[in-house]
C-alpha cells in the first residue's frame, strides 16, 4: 500500500518558509556564540602576602595611557574565577596592586621592572636590584611549556640574558607578537631585525620566505641546529615533490639518488643559498 501524503500549497510554502528562517536564526545564533568574546578563567592569580587585587581600573588613574592600549592587548581579558574574578589584566602580570596603589606609586607592585623604591616588609627594605631575567621569569609562570622550548640544544638566547621576551612580543598593546597580523611580511620583520643579512633582496628568492621564517624555524628553541623543524632533507621534501622513476630518486625532475646521501639539501654542497641567491634559480650560490 502506498501512501502519498503533501501539505496544501500554502501551507507547504508556509512550511518552506518557517524552515529557512529558523536554519537562518540558528546559523546567526552560532556566528554570535563563535565570535563572542568571553571572560573564561585562564590564569589563577597569585596571593602575596599583606596585597590585596584591586582590578585594572585603579591603575589607569595613573597609567592611562598605557591602560587605554592595553584594552587592545592580547593579555587584557586575564581573569580568575572566585574572589579575584575581576579584569585583572595589569595585576595578573604585575601582581596585587593595593599597596601600590595606596602609596601614590612609592611601593613598587609585588612583580615590578622599572626602577623605583623597594617594596617595605617587617624585616627592612628589599634590595633594589631586581633578579635577573625577572621579565621571563613571570612569563615563564604562564608558559611553561616555552621554559621547556628555551631549554633545548638550539634556542634564541633568553636563558643567557641576551634576549628578552618583550623583543618579539608585546604585553601591553594589540597583538602579542610584536610584528604579527595578517601579512605575512610585516610577521617576518621581527626576524629580520635581528637577522638582517635574510632580507634581501635577492635576485632568485626562495618562496617559502613568502610563507613566513616559522615555516622552517621554530622561534624558541628546536633540538635540531639553527633553531629548524627539522633537520635533513624532509625539510626541504615536505614541499619539493619527489617521485620515484626507474630506481631514480627525482626532484624537480633531476636525479637525487646519490645526492642526497651526501647530507642535507644545504650543507651537501648543492643548495647553500636556502633564503635567496643573487646568481642561480637552483639556490646554489
Known sequence: MKCNFRLPGGQHAKWKRLLAVTGGAIVLLLAVISCRTVNRAVVVLPDVPGAKYIGSKECEQCHDKLCRDFATADHARLIAEGPNALNAGCESCHGPGSLHSESGGEVK?????????????????????????????????????????????????????????TACHSPHKGSIYRTGGTSLASANQGCLGCHPAQRGPYVFEHEALREGCTICHTPHGSVNAKLLTVRDAN?????????????????????????????????????????????????RF
Open 109 to 165: 607592585p609585588p612583580y615590578s621592572f622599572t626602577p623605583g623604591r623597594p617594596q617595605v616588609s617587617s624585616y627592612g627594605a628589599r634590595p633594589a636590584v631586581q633578579p635577573t631575567r625577572a621579565t621571563e621569569t613571570v612569563c615563564f609562570q604562564c608558559h611553561p611549556n616555552i621554559r621547556g622550548q628555551f631549554q633545548l640544544p638550539s634556542h634564541h638566547p633568553v636563558p643567557e640574558g641576551r634576549l628578552s621576551c
Open 235 to 283: 625539510l626541504c621534501l615536505k614541499c619539493h615533490f619527489q617521485q620515484i622513476r626507474g630506481g631514480q630518486l627525482l626532484i624537480g625532475g633531476s636525479d637525487h639518488t646519490l645526492r642526497l646521501q651526501q647530507g642535507t639539501c644545504w650543507t651537501g654542497g648543492c643548495h647553500e643559498a636556502v633564503h635567496g641567491s643573487r646568481v642561480t634559480s637552483s639556490l
